[in-house]
C-alpha cells in the first residue's frame, strides 16, 4: 500500500512546485505569454469618395491610401523632408534639366505586376497626359520628356527648371500605379506599400491587411490588419474613443471636447502643426469680389482672434495670407489688412457700396467651416454687408459647384497641401485671380536654387496675396490627436494631410 501513495505524495509535490514556479515568474515574463495586439481601428472624417489619390483632390483619399497602399519615387517623412522610396538614389544635372532615378530592384504591385521604369514612366505619362484628371496635374508640366534606358533607370527631361518637381513627386497625386490595374484603383486600389486593400463597406469602413511581400525588409510592421472608420459627428467620435470603438482619431473634429479626454490615462491627446490653413474663398470673376477695394475691406472687417476662439476653441494661428509658420521663407502679414471696420466701411463707400451689398457663402460640411462662417457673418453685418449661409455636401457637391465649375460668391475650406502659393497662378482654378506680377514670382522660384533668393521670393509672393486679398486669410488648424495611450506610433505633426501607418504599433 506504501508504494502508490508514496508515487501519488512525489506526483502532488512535483505539481506544487511548478505552480509556485509559475508564481514565481515576473510579470513581464508572464505576459509573453499573451500575443500582442496587432489591429488598429482608425477614425477618419469624412470619408473618401474614392481610394485613388492620383484621379481626385480630397485629401481624405490620400489619408487613406498614401504611404500605406500606395507609394511614390520619393516620399515627405514625419519631420518635411524629402527621402528615398521606389527611388533609391537620383542625380540632378548642373542646369536643373534632367533628373535621373535609380529604382529599386524586384518591387512588385500587390498583384504581382513589376515596379520597373517601365511601370514609373506609365505612371507619370498617365499624370501628365492630355486626358489626365490628376488633380495636381501642374506637378509635371515641366516634364518634357520620361525615358526607360534600363529596367532599374527613369529619366526625366524638363522644358524648364522646376526647383519643386522633387517635393511634388512625394506627394500623394504622385504616387506608383500598376499599368494593369490602376483603371479600378478608385475602387479596388493595388500598389506597392506596405499594406494590402481587404474591403471597402461605403459609408462605414475600409479595411487593410499588411502586405506579406512588402519589398523594404527593414520596415518591421507592428499591425496586420487596420480598419479605417469614418464618423462624421463630434460626439459619436468622442464616444467612439472613450468606449474603445475607435483607437484613435488622429485628425479629432471638436476642439472643445479636448478637455473632456484630459483625465483619462487611457486616451493621449496631441496638439500638432499641420499645414492645413483656413481660408475664405472668393470669386474674384465675380462682382463685387472683381474690385480689390472690396476685398480688403472685408479682410478688414475679419477679426482674427475672434474667429480662430469662436470657430476652434481657440486652437489655431492667424495668418495674413496662404501661407503657415512651418514653411520657409515664411513672413508675418497679418498686420497688412489689420482688423478695423470703420476703415473698411469707409473703403466699401469708396468702391460704391455705402450701404454695404448681399451675397452667399457655399459651407462645405467640415466641423470648422459653418462656425467660421457665423462668426463672419455678424462681422460682416457690421460693416453693413449681408451675407447668407448654404450649407454644401462635401465634398460631392463643393467639388462640383465650387471646385470645378466656381458657381458661388464665397466659399470656406482649409487647403492642405504644403507650400501651395501656386494654386493662385493657377488657370483656372477656383479663385478667378488673375495677377501677371504674381505668376512672375513664382516663376523666378522654380528658377532658382540658391535657398536665400528663393526664401526673399516667397515672402514677396506672400506680401501680394496679403495686399490683394483673393482669400480672406483666416487661420492654420492645429492637428488635434486623439488616442489610445499604448499606440505608438501616428504622426504627431502634419508636414503633409497622412495617416501613415509603418511605424505604429501597441506598446503592451
Known amino acids: 500500500m506504501t508504494k502508490p501513495v508514496s508515487i501519488l ?50 485629401v481624405a483619399i490620400g489619408q487613406v491610401t498614401w504611404q500605406n497602399i500606395f507609394e511614390g519615387l520619393v516620399a515627405i517623412d514625419r519631420t518635411g523632408k524629402i527621402v528615398p522610396q521606389l527611388a533609391k538614389s537620383w542625380e540632378i544635372s548642373p542646369d536643373g534639366l534632367t533628373y535621373t532615378f535609380h529604382l529599386r530592384e524586384g518591387v512588385t504591385f500587390h498583384d504581382g505586376q513589376p515596379f520597373n521604369s517601365e511601370a514609373a514612366k506609365f505612371s507619370l505619362d498617365r499624370a501628365r497626359g492630355t486626358d489626365s484628371v490628376n488633380p495636381q496635374k501642374r506637378f509635371f508640366a515641366a516634364i518634357d520628356t520620361v525615358e526607360t534606358p534600363d529596367a532599374n533607370t527613369l529619366v526625366l527631361k524638363l522644358k524648364t527648371r522646376n526647383s519643386s518637381l522633387l517635393s511634388w513627386l512625394g506627394w500623394p497625386a504622385s504616387v506608383m500605379v500598376g499599368p494593369k490595374s490602376s483603371v479600378n484603383d478608385k475602387t479596388t486600389p493595388i500598389g506597392t506599400g506596405p499594406f494590402k486593400f481587404v474591403s471597402w463597406a461605403k459609408g462605414d469602413r475600409v479595411e487593410l491587411a499588411a502586405n506579406p511581400a512588402y519589398w523594404n525588409k527593414d520596415v518591421k510592421l507592428g499591425l496586420d490588419k487596420v480598419t479605417f472608420r469614418f464618423i462624421g459627428d463630434p460626439q459619436a467620435q468622442a464616444a467612439a474613443l472613450k468606449s474603445g470603438d475607435v483607437d484613435a482619431f488622429p485628425e479629432f473634429t471638436a476642439p472643445e471636447l479636448i478637455a473632456s479626454f484630459k483625465d483619462d490615462p487611457k486616451i493621449a491627446t496631441v496638439i500638432g502643426n499641420t499645414e492645413l490653413k483656413v481660408v475664405a474663398g472668393m470669386n474674384n470673376a465675380r462682382k463685387p469680389f472683381s474690385d480689390k477695394r472690396v476685398r480688403q475691406a472685408l479682410m478688414m472687417a475679419v477679426d482674427r482672434a475672434t474667429v480662430i476662439e469662436g470657430a476652434w476653441s481657440g486652437l489655431g494661428q492667424a495668418i495674413g495670407s496662404h501661407y503657415t509658420p512651418n514653411d520657409r521663407g515664411y513672413i508675418d502679414t497679418t498686420g497688412v489688412h489689420a482688423y478695423d471696420p470703420a476703415k473698411a466701411k469707409a473703403l466699401l463707400a469708396e468702391a460704391g457700396y455705402p450701404n454695404g451689398f448681399s451675397f452667399t457663402i457655399k459651407t462645405p460640411q467640415m466641423p470648422y467651416a459653418p462656425r467660421s462662417a457665423e462668426i463672419l457673418q455678424a462681422m460682416f453685418a457690421e460693416i453693413g454687408v449681408t451675407m447668407t449661409i448654404e450649407p454644401t455636401e462635401f465634398p460631392a457637391k463643393w467639388v462640383q459647384d465650387v471646385f470645378k465649375s466656381t458657381d458661388y460668391d464665397m466659399t470656406i475650406v482649409a487647403h492642405a497641401e504644403p507650400m501651395d502659393l501656386d494654386i493662385y497662378a493657377r488657370d483656372p482654378y477656383y479663385f478667378n485671380y488673375k495677377n501677371p506680377a504674381y505668376n512672375a514670382v513664382l516663376d523666378k522660384i522654380e528658377q532658382t536654387t540658391d535657398a536665400a533668393e528663393q526664401d526673399k521670393l516667397y515672402g514677396e509672393a506672400q506680401t501680394i496675396l496679403a495686399d490683394d486679398v483673393p482669400a480672406l486669410y483666416l487661420f492654420v488648424l492645429p492637428k488635434l490627436g486623439v488616442w489610445n495611450a499604448k499606440l505608438k506610433g501616428l504622426w504627431e505633426n502634419e508636414p503633409i494631410p497622412a495617416n501613415v501607418l509603418t511605424e505604429v504599433h501597441w506598446e503592451e
Not at 509556485?20 to 469624412?46: I, R
Request: positive net charge; hydrophobic residues 50%.
Open 9 to 58: 505524495r512525489r506526483r502532488l509535490l512535483a505539481a506544487a512546485f511548478t505552480l509556485s514556479a509559475a508564481l514565481a515568474l515576473p510579470l513581464g515574463a508572464g505576459s509573453a505569454l499573451a500575443a500582442p495586439k496587432t489591429s488598429l481601428v482608425l477614425g477618419m472624417n469624412p470619408e473618401p469618395q474614392g481610394l485613388d489619390p492620383t484621379i481626385a483632390a480630397p
